[in-house]
């Protein structure tokens, strides 16, 4: 999960990184005198957006004092009506405008090369790193078992931001610009972290209710599940969105096996098993001119009831003219439970639209037959198969049978 | 002569008491592969599917001290302990199953197993088969299934899907190809053991004629390769898709099919494509396409 700047300056502060004093507006709600709040002549207004170059796309302001509050008001309505390279604007932080001196960068992601984590910095920031010369850039690779950082010459909240890093369970952590005032003070005036949804399990509710047990400190603890849903694709999460991640909260076992579902602008409903298998396929369904209305994915042999929640969900959407069911042939998914799952969606949805199945794997003649049967008591428009057909060739079935 | 798995291989399963682990045995067994026994704290001295289980991994290994390979079946959260645990007994080849491992345990467990000599394949890797010599995990699925896919052949096969890892396997097998190896490195960020890591290990093994890769957008494994046909580490023919090229159009920094799957500036599906063509890899259009496009260098 991608944190909005206000959240991730809430976790630099927690670890002892200096920000700058500001407030968080939220929509329909009101900015404020925040000249008196603050103490200043000077503010920055930033929308609250998951995307970066929000200063570049205007997305950033500067209000002063004498323009008065209904100013700053006006600002704050209108970044709340645009869009910031196609994302949502979430909410607007109000903060004091620095004195800057020097503007570095920092950031610490993991190195897939390498296989552990680097810490990368330069004093030419304020920038796109990409733009800074290789020979401005420092690299640090980082030991994942060292919890004090043992470089040369520590940048200034190095450590804090590897603090930050390892124990919020983050996948990447940036500073840019990490500024220098002018009284010479150090402070983050951007935040940009990205937590790592695999570690949700420790830092949530229950890993506090864990915490209090072993006798420990529950409050050091950040609680995810208070952070609100999100999309990356320019607009709020949609109901169907927010729906399927309740179901993926479900059996601990199994959770992440049908959780994933991204709401798209296209008329084909999709249900996919396998990681590779889904994005094949939806480089097969766009080769053939279809277009997507949801992206999803379960895996992992989920349960026949989590399959059904989900497969209900994507028959919701509206105006759809096809479903395409497809998997390639799976290792251990029960094909005839999960099949039983879409089934149960199936008979209460009765969609009118072409339906092309393919899939294989183990007991997949029992679930071809039992979709074969729902088919027919519904009266679906619907082609199965099998291996013995490639899955993009079906895409090429789905299309021919809409075209009719 | 075969990668990553010979006649010699012995097998530990860790939390082989769990469902999926009492069913990688069974599968591992009914392919004809060795499993010594496994591994479940507090039910040490009991058999399951008439193999022994031990409380510990260090005990199994005194019991039996040759054990090559082991398996780790066990929940998320345990997996940073379990896959320690493998690696301070000394074991040298850990296939991890485990999906959703945060990153910081895969970063501690593979620096831990870099500092022993030990390769972890994985996390969230299925496993790897050597058709008519044995599997580690459970590719393939059930045994008639995984006989209908896979045959001793030439073609190395490396998938970063569980699925696709079937399905790629089965499109050589219909057209009428046999394979070497398959495996399912996983789709995490960090890979334990990359394409490249394979590729060395198919570029020695005269069994192996080509290699076909199941590729995907996000991480820059992909262009490993590139450097290393370049530099001439992999000499034979190399049969690449890469997955994903839909997602130019998604927002940068989502991710999309697997975790390692993000979209990234520089490493989308096309720019991976453009630089493998351009040292004279093979890249397929669609996954079927890769069998017509090793099928000349089969033997």
């Known amino acids: 999960m991608n944190l909005y700047e206000f959240e991730g300056k809430q976790l630099f502060e927690k670890h002892g990184i200096k920000i700058p004093r500001g407030i968080v507006v939220r929509r329909e709600e009101k900015a404020g005198d925040v000249f008196s709040e603050l103490n200043v002549s000077d503010v920055v207004v930033k929308a609250q957006v998951l995307s970066g170059k929000r200063g570049k796309n205007n997305g950033i302001r500067f209000c002063n004092k004498e323009k008065g509050v209904q100013h700053v008001q006006d600002v704050v309505d209108e970044l709340f009506a645009m869009n910031v390279r196609g994302q949502y604007v979430a909410a607007v932080r109000i903060e004091e405008k620095l004195d800057i001196a020097e503007e570095h960068y920092m950031s610490i992601t993991y190195n897939t090369n390498r296989k552990q984590p680097m810490l990368i910095y330069s004093r030419e920031g304020g920038v796109d790193i990409e733009e800074v010369p290789e020979d401005k850039i420092k690299k640090y690779p980082l030991e994942i078992a060292n919890q004090k950082l043992e470089i040369d010459t520590v940048p200034a909240y190095a450590q804090e931001l590897w603090d930050v890093f390892l124990q919020e369970d983050c996948r990447q952590v940036e500073i840019n610009p990490l500024v220098k005032t002018a009284s010479g003070e150090w402070i983050a005036a951007d935040a940009k972290v990205a937590l790592d949804d695999d570690a949700f399990y420790r830092h949530s509710k229950d890993a506090k209710t864990r915490a209090v047990e072993k006798g420990q400190d529950p409050d050091v603890i950040t609680d995810w599940e208070e952070f609100e849903s999100r999309t990356m694709l320019g607009r709020p999460a949609t109901e169907r969105e927010i729906a399927v991640q309740d179901i993926d909260k479900g059996e601990k076992y199994y959770q992440g096996t049908a959780g994933k579902y991204i709401e798209m602008t296209g008329d084909i409903a999709v249900l996919f098993s396998g990681g590779g298998a889904s994005i094949a396929n939806m480089d097969a369904l766009k080769h053939h001119g279809l277009s997507p209305a949801n992206y999803t994915e379960y895996s992992g042999n989920p349960p026949r009831e989590k399959v059904a929640s989900l497969a209900k969900i994507v028959l919701s959407k509206p105006d759809l003219k096809g479903l395409w069911i497809c998997g390639g042939v799976a290792n251990f998914t029960n094909i005839e439970a999960t099949f039983q799952g879409i089934i149960d969606a199936l008979d209460e949805v009765k969609p009118t639209y072409p339906i092309v199945v393919r899939r294989a794997g183990p007991f997949e003649k029992e679930g071809m037959a039992l979709m074969k049967e729902c088919a027919e008591r519904n009266h679906l428009n619907m082609k199965l198969f099998g291996k013995e057909v490639s899955m993009s060739e079906t895409a090429k079935t789905l299309a021919d049978m809409i075209q009719q | ?299």
Request: proline share 4%; hydrophobic share 40%.
């Open chain 2, 1 to 299: 002569m075969s990668i990553l798995i010979t006649k010699n291989t012995k097998i530990l399963v860790q939390g082989i008491t769990g469902n999926e682990g009492e069913k990688a045995t069974r599968a591992m067994i009914e392919y004809g592969t060795d499993v010594i026994g496994g591994v479940r704290p507090g039910k040490g001295g009991e058999e399951v599917l008439g193999k022994p289980v031990f409380n510990t991994v260090a005990e199994a290994v005194v019991a039996i001290p040759d054990i090559t390979t082991s398996t780790i079946y066990v929940p998320p959260f345990a997996a940073k302990s379990a896959i320690l645990e493998a690696i301070e007994a000394g074991i040298m080849q850990i296939n991890t199953i485990v999906e959703r491992v945060p990153i910081k345990d895969t970063a501690y467990c593979l620096a831990a197993a870099k500092e022993r000599g030990a390769h972890i394949i994985g996390p969230s890797s299925l496993g790897y088969i050597n058709p008519g010599v044995g599997r580690v995990g459970v590719v393939g699925g059930p045994k008639e299934q995984a006989d209908e896919i896979f045959t001793p052949g030439s073609i190395g096969i490396i998938s970063r899907s569980g699925g696709m890892t079937n399905e790629v396997s089965w499109q050589i097998r219909k057209a009428g190809m046999g394979q070497s190896a398959a495996v399912h490195v996983g789709g995490d960020l960090l890979m334990g053991t990359t394409y490249a890591d394979l590729l060395r290990l198919f570029e020695q093994d005269e069994q192996t004629t080509a290699v076909v890769v199941f590729g995907e957008h996000g991480g820059s494994y992909e262009f490993e390769i590139v450097e290393m046909i370049e530099k001439g580490e992999f000499t034979k023919p190399l049969a690449i898709y890469v997955g994903g090229k839909f997602a130019n159009t998604l927002p940068e920094g989502m991710n999309i099919g697997h975790a390692g799957a993000i979209v990234e500036r520089g490493k989308g599906a096309a720019e991976k494509e453009a630089a493998l063509k351009a040292v004279g890899a093979h890249v397929a259009e669609d996954y079927e396409q890769l069998a017509e496009l090793v099928k000349p260098y089969s033997s």
